[in-house]
T-cell receptor, first 112, second 112 residues
Framework: GESVGLHLPTLSVQEGDNSIINCAYS??????FIWYKQESGKGPQFIID?????DKRQGQRVTVLLNKTVKHLSLQIAATQPGDSAVYFC???????????FGKGTTLSVSS | DAGVIQSPRHEVTEMGQEVTLRCKPI?????LFWYRQTMMRGLELLIY????????DSGMPEDRFSAKMPNASFSTLKIQPSEPRDSAVYFC??????????FGSGTQLSVL
């Protein structure tokens, strides 16, 4: 079965709210995790990544948190904007040099 | 940089016809990946190449699918004969360091 998955298929928020998108993984040996954003009709775009030797990493308006104890990954988006509406995917790399394995995605809908 | 370039953007064909999807990776990238995206199965890895050599083709559905990478700047994914269940969006992605993938805009394939 799918080892990288998402807790909620859809998330609806108001503009200006903070959004949290969750992801669970099953392989404790995975050492690299990444979040992608996919807008309608486009390919996935890189947002932020994190290695297993870290538990938090911040970007511009986005933060990724990694909890290796419970094998959980989350993406936090601060002050969510309508332009953030998209499908968000988490992915893991189970072994260096192999391909990313993607979860099925969470749809984020931002209303103004 | 032009990014990963895929062609065609859209392909409509009849069952039994041969389909060829094309990809030009980002210049200098040494790994290339083909993914397929459907609503039911999400993003699935089909095959990936490292330095033009196929490394893992375990995701290729069946013998009707084949992929080639004759040089560092070009790859093809061929389906022969095509079937309606092959309808999906096919993405090509490339990377240099082996982890963060850069995706093309995809080819929307419809097999009637």
């Amino acid at each position: 079965g799918e080892s990288v998955g998402l807790h909620l298929p859809t998330l609806s928020v108001q503009e200006g709210d903070n959004s949290i998108i969750n992801c669970a993984y099953s392989n404790s040996a995975s050492d690299y995790f990444i979040w992608y954003k996919q807008e309608s009709g486009k390919g996935p775009q890189f947002i932020i990544d994190i290695r297993s030797n870290m538990d938090k990493r911040q970007g511009q308006r986005v933060t990724v948190l990694l909890n290796k104890t419970v094998k959980h990954l989350s993406l936090q988006i601060a002050a969510t904007q309508p332009g953030d509406s998209a499908v968000y995917f988490c992915a893991e790399n189970r072994q260096a040099g192999t391909a990313l394995i993607f979860g099925k995605g969470t749809t984020l809908s931002v209303s103004s | 940089d032009a990014g990963v370039i895929q062609s065609p953007r859209h392909e409509v064909t009849e069952m039994g016809q041969e389909v060829t999807l094309r990809c030009k990776p980002i210049s200098g990238h040494n790994s290339l990946f083909w993914y397929r995206q459907t609503m039911m199965r999400g993003l699935e890895l089909l095959i990936y190449f490292n330095n033009n050599v196929p490394i893992d083709d375990s995701g290729m559905p069946e013998d009707r699918f084949s992929a080639k990478m004759p040089n560092a700047s070009f790859s093809t994914l061929k389906i022969q004969p095509s079937e309606p269940r092959d309808s999906a969006v096919y993405f090509c992605a490339s990377t240099l360091e082996g982890e963060k993938l850069f995706f093309g805009s995809g080819t929307q394939l419809s097999v009637l």
